[in-house]
């Protein structure tokens, strides 16, 4: 399984930018890039994902680096809401003999402050 | 639309005991994956089931086994139970077939303790 490697601890102001950095340098072709996050006492939650263009959805955008060896999540402006362990993932494409498990590393954990 | 639910919330269990876990799946989703969350780790995979049968499994040992139900709703059963199976345990649910990023939606959790 590729293995991706984040910052521990992260912190950020309120509605001010964050970007969350990744580095998988083993990526496979078939690699997708997922992030989920974790708020406190919940399960995690899917954020974005993407293969090899940048993305963007309602809650953030994923920058993806042109050899694909690192990203970054970025967080357009971080609310207190936003404080949570992010997990960057690294997922084989769509189809049946695919998409099983999900590989958790340990995550950046983001604090917001007021 | 309830998402994906798990019961019991909190769970106390003695050393050697045995216990089941529960968990119902998103309506329309077919594939239940069952997660192992020790406290300041990341999840760790346990298995998958789909089409009630397991069809991906982590490295758990056999302690750990699970079943699926003709409704998609899942269990995981742990006998024998360590002091080290105390975490939270999650449960996700997803669509093989319909959603193909396989985006998966997550449970609260089950917290079990055993002493």
């Known amino acids: 399984d590729a293995k991706t490697t984040q910052p521990n601890s992260m912190e950020s102001n309120e509605e001010e930018p964050v970007h969350l950095p990744c580095n998988h340098s083993t990526i496979s072709g078939t690699d997708y890039i997922h992030w989920y996050r974790q708020l406190p006492s919940q399960g995690p939650e899917y954020v974005i994902h993407g293969l090899t263009s940048n993305v963007n959805n309602r809650m953030a955008s994923l920058a993806i680096a042109e050899d694909r060896k690192s990203s970054t999540l970025i967080l357009h402006r971080a609310t207190l809401r936003d404080a949570a362990v992010y997990y960057c993932?690294?997922?084989?494409?769509?189809?049946?003999?695919?998409?099983?498990?999900?590989?958790f590393g340990q995550g950046t954990e983001l604090s917001v402050k007021p | 639309d309830a998402g994906v639910t798990q019961s019991p919330t909190h769970l106390i269990k003695t050393r050697g005991q045995q216990v089941t876990l529960r968990c119902s799946p998103k309506?329309?989703?077919?594939?239940v994956s069952w997660y192992q969350q020790a406290l300041g780790q990341g999840p760790q995979f346990i298995f998958q089931?789909?089409?009630?049968?397991?069809?991906q499994r982590g490295n758990f040992p056999d302690r750990f086994s699970g079943h699926q139900f003709p409704n998609y709703s899942s269990e995981l059963n742990v006998n024998a139970l360590l002091l080290g199976d105390s975490a939270l345990y999650l449960c996700a649910s997803s669509s093989l077939h319909r959603d193909w990023s396989y985006e998966q939606y997550f449970g609260p959790g089950t917290r079990l303790t055993v002493t």
């Open positions: 309506s329309g989703h077919d594939t």
């Open positions: 089931y789909y089409e009630e049968e397991e069809r």
């Open positions: 993932i690294l997922r084989d494409g769509p189809g049946y003999n695919q998409g099983g498990k999900l590989i």
